[in-house]
């Protein structure tokens, strides 16, 4: 039982141009989400985090935006970096559910120069 | 500052040995928490510890245990190893209880099993 997906498992954009990506979840007792980046033979890297009673949350080249009616997240960075070619994963918690990291698949990302 | 520290970084064993994974988290973080990522099931939370008692525990065998001592060093262990438990292991600290803390992780030990 996937809680937390991120449908899209590769996303190719263009430099300077906007990347999206997104995650839905099930569980509502989720309340802080996270973005991960990672690269190969590293651990995650955190990127930017939104509490569940926030919709937004802004940090240099990346929002966070969260649809807590429909279960959905998204991270847009803006503009994409060659640096930023990584694959980035979606994370939920819940403080009622032991804090726990319950991540998606991962989006693999490739900005082109 | 340093970061969170996993060794090995690599580990070969054979089916049926056991084998014990180290982390030493950030300086003052006292929560470590253990995930294990694979190519089929992505990144699945094993099992978190803070103070030196495990808090929480995700759906994996008994096979796979840990413990975490006063300095906030943990270890993990995986006996009777299987061709399935080839996995890159990771380890996260964070200052306290909660997701807001935020995570931060190390790089892993990649265990092959063969």
């Known amino acids: 039982d996937q809680q937390v997906k991120q449908n899209s498992p590769s996303l190719s954009v263009q430099e300077g141009r906007i990347s999206i990506l997104n995650c839905d979840y099930t569980n509502s007792m989720f309340d802080y989400f996270l973005w991960y980046k990672k690269y190969p033979a590293e651990g995650p890297t955190f990127l930017i985090s939104?509490?569940?009673?926030?919709d937004k949350n802004e940090d240099g080249r990346f929002t966070v935006f969260l649809n807590k009616s429909a279960k959905h997240l998204s991270l847009h960075i803006v503009p994409s970096q060659p640096g930023d070619s990584a694959v980035y994963f979606c994370?939920?918690?819940?403080?009622?559910?032991?804090?726990?990291?319950?991540f998606g698949g991962g989006t693999r990302v490739l900005v082109k120069p | 500052k340093a970061g969170v520290t996993q060794t090995p970084r690599y580990l070969i064993k054979t089916r049926g040995q056991q084998v014990t994974l180290s982390c030493s988290p950030i300086?003052?973080?006292?929560?470590v928490s253990w995930y294990q990522q694979t190519p089929g099931q992505g990144l699945q939370f094993l099992f978190e510890y803070f103070s030196e008692t495990q808090r929480n525990k995700g759906n994996f065998p008994g096979r796979f245990s840990g413990r975490q001592f006063s300095n906030s060093r943990s270890e993990m262990n995986v006996s009777t190893l299987e061709l399935g438990d080839s996995a890159l292991y990771l380890c996260?600290?964070?200052?306290?209880?909660?997701?807001?803390?935020?995570?931060?992780f190390g790089s892993g030990t990649r265990l092959t099993v063969v």
């Open positions: 939104i509490s569940s009673i926030k």
């Open positions: 996260a600290s964070s200052p306290g209880r909660g997701a807001n803390y935020g995570y931060t």
């Open positions: 300086s003052g973080h006292r929560s």
């Open positions: 994370a939920a918690s819940a403080r009622a559910a032991g804090n726990k990291l319950t």
